[in-house]
């Protein structure tokens, strides 16, 4: 039970569905989709109130991906606040940041369940297990979030350097062009995991290449500016002894031998 307000879009944001407000793209209706992917983590939603913000969700026992992939065993809490995030074109940060609000989560005694002999050590038992299916699947998705997010750097990185070889220096793009574009392949292809130790150390070279070529063109565009300044010196001191040489020639008392 329980539900989010963002200061977004004004969306209200439960377990399993999405309430706009009336000016919203909805017309205030409640849409499905929340911020629990209950299908993945092998749930299946028994009953919701949208006014309440109440779910009921109960553990089929058939498949459950996200916790598969996650190593945890099912059922488990799968969070979608990346697809949120993108849907509205946001980071998930900002999106997260924009939230206000909370979501409890209650593990009834299944009906006709014996009773245990010591229920004080039961019931916590019940609410550690949940807690730790929803630890881990939150930190399976930040870890998916950090590989991407490093993916992401990496790709930028390629690029940048790629073009500034490329403009600054045609030799050495020779050279390096093939193996940087061999290193995107690989990272695309998931060859190469930029977050891993040997990701990391071909991000330094590259980080290394880049500074150099910074270094270098911010060499070349002062000896540019240089040039430039030099030239503009010499053309304004022509300017100013041509002025002079003209004002000395009109003056009064000058003839012409």
Do not use: K, N
Not at 33 to 56: K, M, N, P, Q
């Amino acid at each position: 039970r329980g539900a989010f307000y963002s200061r977004h879009d004004g969306s209200v944001i439960d377990a399993a569905g999405t309430t706009w407000p009336a000016t919203g793209p909805t017309g205030g209706a409640a849409l499905p989709g929340g911020l629990v992917d209950l299908e993945a983590g092998g749930f299946e939603l028994v009953s919701r109130d949208s006014a309440t913000h109440e779910i009921a969700a109960v553990a089929t026992g058939g498949p459950a991906p996200a916790c598969e992939l996650a190593g945890v065993t099912p059922p488990c809490l799968v969070l979608r606040a990346d697809q949120q995030a993108h849907r509205r074109l946001l980071r998930t940060d900002e999106w997260a940041a924009s939230l206000r609000g909370a979501i409890q989560v209650q593990i009834p005694e299944p009906a006709g369940a014996a009773v245990p002999t010591d229920a004080a050590t039961a019931v916590p038992f019940a609410a550690a297990t949940a807690a730790a299916a929803l630890a881990a699947t939150i930190v399976y998705l930040a870890y998916r979030r950090s590989r991407r997010s490093h993916r992401a750097r990496f790709l930028r990185l390629t690029r940048q350097v790629g073009r500034a070889i490329r403009r600054l220096d045609p030799v050495l793009a020779v050279v390096a062009a093939p193996a940087i574009e061999a290193a995107r392949r690989a990272t695309r292809r998931h060859r190469l995991d930029p977050a891993s130790a040997e990701g990391q150390r071909v991000t330094r070279a590259l980080e290394t290449m880049q500074g150099e070529l910074y270094t270098s063109s911010q060499r070349q565009l002062a000896a540019e500016q240089r040039e430039l300044a030099d030239d503009l010196v010499g053309r304004l001191q022509a300017a100013l002894q041509a002025a002079a040489e003209a004002s000395a020639g009109a003056s009064p008392g000058v003839t012409e031998p």
